[in-house]
């Protein structure tokens, strides 16, 4: 991104609901965009452990860029 002039920032969150922290963030950083890696899980893992991508989709409030 850095490389076509767009600045960036990494950051790693942890918690108990990373999709939430993830949308707060983002809002108190004044962020654009949240850029997020995606991939596929079994609905059984789903269903026992969520999807933070699923969540994200959810709650997120601004744009998102997901890589698969």
Known sequence: FEKHGLSTR???????????????????????????GAHSVSKI?????????VSLLEKCPRAMFLHH
Request: hydrophobic share 40%.
């Open 10 to 36: 990494q950051t790693s969150i942890r918690g108990e609901d990373p999709a939430k922290m993830i949308s707060d963030y983002a809002l108190q950083s004044d962020a654009d965009v949240v850029v997020a």
């Open 45 to 53: 893992k789903e269903l026992a452990f969520g999807s933070t991508t």
